[in-house]
Structure formats: structure tokens, C-alpha cells
């Protein structure tokens, strides 16, 4: 008796890659498509209809932009700093990558990044076998003040707030931080007015 090939249904979605080394040729996989049991999203990416897990838009990044950051107003949603809910996801890349198509759902808005900027304070976030980049707290912060005329002064005010009464807070990295983005002085500033 033969094994058969089964996509798990606690990942979201999937690379032509990973679907072969799950034992999955060309043609199953397109059968699958066919069949709708997976979406083609690009070239390179499915995603899994049979999916039962928990949803994020942010799954969808690495698909769409492989080496992209969750940051900004998502990074802040996600660290539960503001109420505002943005329409699209916000993702960083480096200033000379490129992305060749964007979805239409979720919708995503991106960031041009500098290589200092854009390497700083990446962690990976794991959720089953689901996973996606996004910038740490402090980092997440710095990037708000840093574009507070992008996000606007009442939510760069929110987030700031919200970040000083956190308990796992940590001003020597959000300090070290700032001072690494250029905008320090900035940053004192509004600890001084905060505080």
C-alpha cells in the first residue's frame, strides 16, 4: 500500500518547495488547485482551503513578500499598542528589493527601507507551523516616532502611551534603538513630555 501525501490543516500556506518534500509532485499539486482544495496565490505560493487554524493576514506576507517585516501600525496592533485599525498590512523591505504582485486581499502597504533600518530588530514569530518577521516592540516604536507625520500625532501619542505602561517594556533597548535610527533626540523629547 502506498503512503499518501496529506496537507496538514494547521498551515496556512505553502511553498512549491515545501509541497515537494512533502511527497507532492506538480501534478498532484495542481489537482489539488483544480480540485480547490489549495489556492494558487503566485508561482511560488498556495494556500491551504482545508486551513483550521487561527487567521493572520500576516501569513500571507511571506508569500508575497518572502523577506518582508510586519512593521508599523500592524507591528503596533499586533504588540496591542493602539486601537486604530489600519486597512492593509504594513510590511518593510529592504530600499532595492522588489515585489512583483501584490494581492488584492489582504491588502498591503510597503515600506522602502534602508539596510540599517530594515535589518534592526526582526524577530520570527511562530503560530503552529504558521510563521512571519516582524520588528520587536522597541524597534516597532522607534519606527512610529521616527514616521510620526506617516501615522499621525494622536496615534504616535497612543502607541507611545500604551508602550510606557507596559510592564515588559524595555527603555535601554527603545533608547539604544532611537539613537540607531537617528531620531534620540526626538525620543527624549517625548519621554520627557510623557513621563
Same mark, same amino acid.
Given at each position: 500500500m502506498t503512503r499518501t501525501a496529506i496537507i496538514p490543516g494547521d498551515q496556512k500556506i505553502f511553498s512549491m518547495q515545501e509541497q515537494k518534500g512533502k511527497g507532492f509532485s506538480q501534478y498532484k499539486v495542481s489537482k489539488m488547485v483544480t480540485e480547490g482544495k489549495l489556492i494558487k496565490l503566485n &508561482?511560488?505560493?498556495?494556500? *491551504? *482551503?482545508?486551513y483550521s487554524g487561527e487567521e493572520s493576514d500576516f501569513y500571507y506576507t511571506e508569500a508575497?513578500?518572502? &523577506?518582508?517585516?510586519?512593521c508599523l501600525l500592524s507591528a503596533a496592533v499586533y504588540y496591542q499598542l493602539t486601537s486604530f485599525i489600519p486597512d492593509a498590512v504594513d510590511i518593510a523591505i529592504q530600499r532595492k528589493a522588489k515585489i512583483s504582485t501584490m494581492p488584492e486581499w489582504p491588502?498591503? *502597504?510597503v515600506h522602502y527601507y534602508t539596510d540599517d533600518r530594515y535589518e534592526l530588530?526582526?524577530?520570527t514569530v511562530k503560530e503552529g507551523k504558521n510563521e512571519f518577521r516582524i520588528y520587536d516592540m522597541e524597534k516597532t516604536v522607534v519606527?512610529?516616532?521616527f514616521y510620526k507625520e506617516k501615522i499621525g500625532i494622536e496615534e504616535t501619542k497612543e502607541i507611545l502611551i500604551t508602550y510606557?505602561?507596559?510592564r515588559n517594556r524595555n527603555l535601554n533597548r527603545l533608547l539604544k534603538y532611537a539613537e540607531l535610527m537617528k531620531c534620540g533626540k526626538v525620543?527624549?523629547?517625548?519621554l520627557e513630555m510623557l513621563v
Open positions: &508561482k511560488r505560493f498556495y494556500e *491551504n *482551503n482545508a508575497y513578500a518572502p &523577506k518582508g517585516v510586519i491588502k498591503m *502597504n530588530g526582526v524577530i519606527d512610529i516616532v510606557l505602561h507596559r525620543m527624549r523629547q517625548y
